[in-house]
Structures are given as structure tokens and as C-alpha cells.
């Protein structure tokens, strides 16, 4: 099993972050959590777990609401413990997410600024080659927001923003969620079954005679609708 970085900010999107680590220890991997100040903040107001102001009670929180299975493959730091193992390429970290990714620590990790534990992780996976994944939630996106996205990407990280696609007909908000994980945990190179997988348009209805529209599916079964509505 490889060993994870999973760093959390405060942009919104913090279920996507819950579903990763779950997937990740749910697969047996050793994941290593930091959380950002804004990031406690948004993560109770998202998914009701007190991490703390900075992160000191985030382990405990993590524990508790993915039971004590689950929990034990997770490690958590404070945001501020620069001395922790993922702050080092001796850590030997498989890779690092950043998930969400706020746009200050997006733009801080862009010019090498390490002022936490979670940019410092990021900082690190560049410099030892390593995958480094940001997964920001932003809309709509600056200039200035672009360009920085464009010169990680040059640098080696991968942009994977939380858009989720609707081509397999999500059903649930989970569903959506776990388009954008499994989409993650496959370029982390872990195999997975988090998101659905592309299978092609042979069981397509044919388009209605003259009108040239897909014939109309059940929103919950998928099944086509044998009747126009009225």
C-alpha cells in the first residue's frame, strides 16, 4: 500500500475531500491530512466537523466520521507543523492533492511560497517529481487565477477542477462527488471504482421520428420513456 497527502483549504468543495480520503483509506492506502485556518472554517460549515482553528482537532474529527476502521489509516497535522513528515522528500509521499484548492494557495504554491504544511507538501511533490494534483473550485476564473493554473501545469502538477460531467447520469450529489475522485485517484495511478466509467453510446435510444431529440429517460431508472409527455 503507498502513503498519501490529502491537503484541505478554504475553498469550497470540502465533500470532495471526505469522499478522497475515504476512497484512499477505504483501499488500504496511509493518508496524511493538514488542514488550512480558512479550512477549519469552511469544513464545519460544509460537512459539520470541528477540525479546530487550525487543524488540531482534525484527526479526532476524521476518526469519529469515518469510524474506527477507516481512521486508523489516516494521520492528521496542524497546519502550522512544518516538521512533519510530508514537509520532506524522505517521506517518500506517493502523491499530494490539494483538495479543494483555494486560489491563495493555488497562486502561493505557483511562486514557491510555503507558508503551511499543506503548500510546503506541494512545494515538495514539485521538486521531487512527484504527482501533484490541485483540484480548484473556483468560478469563473481570473486572468490572473489562469495564469498561475498554466505555469503549475509547466511545472508538472496536474489542474483537475471539480467539474463534474453528467454523461453518466448522476442520480445523487455522491455520484457527482465521485466523478471528480475517481478522476483524481486515476492520476494518482490508484485503481479504483469512485466514479463511473465511459462505456460508449451503444445503448443510446434512437432519436424521435421527425423531431430529431433523444427520446425522453426516466431521471432515476434511465429507462426511455415510452410515451411523450403532455
Same mark, same amino acid.
Given at each position: 500500500?503507498?502513503?498519501?497527502?490529502?491537503?484541505?483549504?478554504?475553498?469550497?468543495?470540502?465533500?470532495?475531500?471526505?469522499?478522497?480520503?475515504?476512497?484512499?483509506?477505504?483501499?488500504?492506502?496511509?493518508?496524511?491530512?493538514?488542514?488550512?485556518?480558512?479550512?477549519?472554517?469552511?469544513?464545519? @460549515?460544509?460537512?459539520?466537523?470541528?477540525?479546530?482553528?487550525?487543524?488540531?482537532?482534525?484527526?479526532?474529527?476524521?476518526?469519529?466520521?469515518?469510524?474506527?476502521?477507516?481512521?486508523?489509516?489516516?494521520?492528521?497535522?496542524?497546519?502550522?507543523?512544518?516538521?512533519?513528515?510530508?514537509?520532506?522528500?524522505?517521506?517518500?509521499?506517493?502523491?499530494?492533492?490539494?483538495?479543494?484548492?483555494?486560489?491563495?494557495?493555488?497562486?502561493?504554491?505557483?511562486?514557491?511560497?510555503?507558508?503551511?504544511?499543506?503548500?510546503?507538501?506541494?512545494?515538495?511533490?514539485?521538486?521531487?517529481?512527484?504527482?501533484?494534483?490541485?483540484?480548484?473550485?473556483?468560478?469563473?476564473?481570473?486572468?490572473?487565477?489562469?495564469?498561475?493554473?498554466?505555469?503549475?501545469?509547466?511545472?508538472?502538477?496536474?489542474?483537475?477542477?471539480?467539474?463534474?460531467?453528467?454523461? @453518466?447520469?448522476?442520480?445523487?450529489?455522491?455520484?457527482?462527488?465521485?466523478?471528480?475522485?475517481?478522476?483524481?485517484?486515476?492520476?494518482?495511478?490508484? @485503481?479504483?471504482?469512485?466514479?463511473?466509467?465511459?462505456?460508449?453510446?451503444?445503448?443510446?435510444?434512437?432519436?424521435?421520428?421527425?423531431?430529431?431529440?433523444?427520446?425522453?429517460?426516466?431521471?432515476?431508472?434511465?429507462?426511455?420513456?415510452?410515451?411523450?409527455?403532455?
Amino acid at each position: 500500500m503507498a502513503k498519501f497527502f490529502v491537503g484541505i483549504t478554504g475553498g469550497s468543495g470540502h465533500a470532495y475531500a471526505e469522499r478522497l480520503i475515504r476512497e484512499l483509506a477505504g483501499l488500504g492506502h496511509e493518508v496524511g491530512v493538514s488542514i488550512t485556518g480558512a479550512g477549519c472554517k469552511v469544513l464545519r @460549515h460544509e460537512l459539520g466537523l470541528d477540525a479546530g482553528t487550525m487543524g488540531e482537532n482534525l484527526e479526532v474529527a476524521l476518526r469519529q466520521h469515518l469510524g474506527p476502521e477507516l481512521g486508523q489509516r489516516v494521520r492528521a497535522y496542524r497546519s502550522e507543523a512544518v516538521e512533519a513528515p510530508p514537509s520532506s522528500g524522505t517521506s517518500l509521499t506517493g502523491g499530494v492533492v490539494i483538495c479543494p484548492c483555494s486560489m491563495g494557495t493555488l497562486a502561493r504554491v505557483a511562486v514557491g511560497f510555503s507558508s503551511n504544511l499543506v503548500e510546503r507538501a506541494a512545494d515538495v511533490a514539485l521538486k521531487e517529481r512527484r504527482d501533484l494534483i490541485l483540484v480548484p473550485r473556483e468560478a469563473p476564473y481570473s486572468e490572473l487565477h489562469l495564469e498561475n493554473m498554466l505555469r503549475l501545469a509547466r511545472l508538472g502538477a496536474t489542474i483537475l477542477p471539480a467539474s463534474p460531467g453528467f454523461y @453518466h447520469r448522476p442520480r445523487s450529489v455522491d455520484d457527482l462527488v465521485g466523478h471528480v475522485v475517481g478522476k483524481i485517484l486515476d492520476r494518482l495511478g490508484v @485503481h479504483n471504482k469512485a466514479g463511473a466509467r465511459w462505456s460508449g453510446l451503444d445503448d443510446e435510444p434512437q432519436p424521435e421520428p421527425g423531431t430529431g431529440a433523444p427520446v425522453p429517460r426516466d431521471p432515476l431508472s434511465g429507462t426511455p420513456h415510452t410515451e411523450r409527455p403532455s
